[in-house]
T-cell receptor, first 112, second 116 residues
Framework: SQQGEEDPQALSIQEGENATMNCSYK?????LQWYRQNSGRGLVHLIL?????REKHSGRLRVTLDTSKKSSSLLITASRAADTASYFC????????????FGKGITLSVRP | EAGVAQSPRYKIIEKRQSVAFWCNPI?????LYWYQQILGQGPKLLIQ????????DSQLPKDRFSAERLKGVDSTLKIQPAKLEDSAVYLC??????????????FGPGTRLTVL
């Protein structure tokens, strides 16, 4: 079963705009991770946020985590055409052996 | 640092045939995963190894799928016999640590399997 549920399923924006993607999950987590997947390629790890963290930054990426609402958001600022990809959130349950459960993903299209 | 290597990148077979995929994880990574990713969905864990032992294979269809990780390094995933619904991308990932410590999984490029 897929725990993470991303929202929206698809997002189309203009280059330079910000993109916000959301993820909700059901059970307790140790950490939550965001991955990017370009068409026909493997997944690339973007950022990991632990359950005791509320916000994390990495370059143009900003991730927030609200464990009370069981939700996370990924913000990509000043988007570029190269950001066009599918984005997945993956949850790592508390006490588990780093067993990730992925959502169905969000397809982001950035128009030049 | 070299990434996770997988081969072949693409495979087309007919149903009821057998197929095998190979994965070479990042050097020194103790934990290895195989995921199945059906088109339009997120990856689903099939099996997890720590060194050469199986940690979790609860979602592996054991009547047709098998996997091994000899000597705790390379791994192979086999499907015998294949069904149409096995068409998917098979992703291998590795992680340096074992246990519940927070760590990152690194993914290979995947093998795209088409079953006709």
């Amino acid at each position: 079963s897929q725990q993470g549920e991303e929202d929206p399923q698809a997002l189309s924006i203009q280059e330079g705009e910000n993109a916000t993607m959301n993820c909700s999950y059901k059970t307790s987590i140790n950490n939550l991770q965001w991955y990017r997947q370009n068409s026909g390629r493997g997944l690339v790890h973007l950022i990991l946020i632990r359950s005791n963290e509320r916000e994390k930054h990495s370059g143009r990426l900003r991730v927030t985590l609200d464990t009370s609402k069981k939700s996370s958001s990924l913000l990509i600022t000043a988007s570029r055409a190269a950001d066009t990809a599918s984005y997945f959130c993956a949850t790592d349950p508390t006490g588990a052996n780093s067993k990730l459960t992925f959502g169905k993903g969000i397809t982001l299209s950035v128009r030049p | 640092e070299a990434g996770v290597a997988q081969s072949p990148r693409y495979k087309i077979i007919e149903k009821r045939q057998s197929v095998a995929f190979w994965c070479n994880p990042i050097s020194g990574h103790a934990t290895l995963y195989w995921y199945q990713q059906i088109l339009g969905q997120g990856p689903k864990l099939l099996i997890q190894f720590q060194n050469n032992g199986v940690v979790d294979d609860s979602q592996l269809p054991k009547d047709r799928f098998s996997a091994e990780r000899l000597k705790g390094v390379d791994s192979t995933l086999k499907i015998q016999p294949a069904k149409l619904e096995d068409s998917a991308v098979y992703l291998c990932a590795s992680r340096r640590l074992v246990g519940g410590e927070v760590d990152t999984q690194y993914f290979g490029p995947g093998t795209r399997l088409t079953v006709l």
